[in-house]
């Protein structure tokens, strides 16, 4: 079974420092990987996504994310954090089996960007 | 251009009660997808909608049906509902058909459910 795992719950990270919020995944043949951003009482943002090629990957808001293949994780990356980056950031996979309709989401992890 | 939108934003319910939720997709797109998301959690796949039929469901009871429109718009329907039931729920769109399982699904700002 398909799955996402985001070891933090919560990333603390000064204004104008790099971020990286962590996701690996565990799928049965090639992953579809996904990033989200949620701010409060808000739905979700599509920031970026993995499907085939080179694997870094660039998106809105100056975010961008690495696949790795080998360590079986896709982290997302900002080189330079903004306060207005603080959000509840989800990692999200394609289910492969049945007919590829849902997203399975990991717990979320909250960035917390101070100035 | 119209995103995702939803309706009600929020809505409080009693035990045992019916909900309905409404969600219109981005314009272009012909594939509906619902999530719950609780307090706290990731969003959880309902069930998805393309070409007004039922093509996927998540692990959830048959209290939770739904259905799509022409138009593609599409409604979620919890029959008596529970406690565990209050959460925000998600609508997403996609296109096309999102048979490839290549496509973003682009997410509505959610309705909110208290079940008290």
């Known amino acids: 079974a398909q799955s996402v795992a985001q070891p933090e719950d919560q990333v603390n990270v000064a204004e104008g420092n790099p971020l990286t919020v962590k996701c690996t995944y565990s799928?049965?043949?090639?992953?579809?990987l996904f990033w989200y951003v949620q701010y409060p009482n808000r739905g979700l943002q599509f920031l970026l996504k993995y499907i085939t090629g080179d694997n870094l990957v660039k998106g809105s808001y100056g975010f961008e994310a690495e696949f790795n293949k080998s360590q079986t994780s896709f982290h997302l990356k900002k080189p330079s954090a903004l306060v207005s980056d603080s959000a509840l950031y989800f990692c999200?996979?394609?289910?492969?089996?049945?007919?590829?309709?849902?997203?399975?989401f990991g717990k979320g992890t909250k960035l917390s960007v101070k100035p | 251009d119209a995103g995702v939108t939803q309706s009600p934003t929020h809505l409080i319910k009693t035990r045992g009660q019916q909900v309905t939720l409404r969600c219109s997709p981005k314009s272009g797109h012909d594939t509906v997808s619902w999530y719950q998301q609780a307090l706290g959690q990731g969003p959880q796949f309902i069930f998805q909608?393309?070409?007004?039929?039922?093509?996927q469901r998540g692990n959830f009871p048959d209290r939770f049906s739904g259905h799509q429109f022409p138009n593609y718009s599409s409604e979620l329907n919890v029959n008596a509902l529970l406690l565990g039931d209050s959460a925000l729920y998600l609508c997403?769109?996609?296109?096309?058909?999102?048979?490839?399982?290549?496509?973003?699904?682009?997410f509505g700002p959610g309705t909110r459910l208290t079940v008290l």
């Open positions: 909608y393309y070409e007004e039929e039922e093509r």
């Open positions: 799928v049965s043949g090639n992953p579809y």
């Open positions: 999200a996979v394609r289910d492969l089996g049945g007919s590829q309709g849902n997203l399975i």
């Open positions: 997403a769109s996609s296109s096309p058909g999102g048979l490839t399982g290549t496509d973003t699904q682009y």
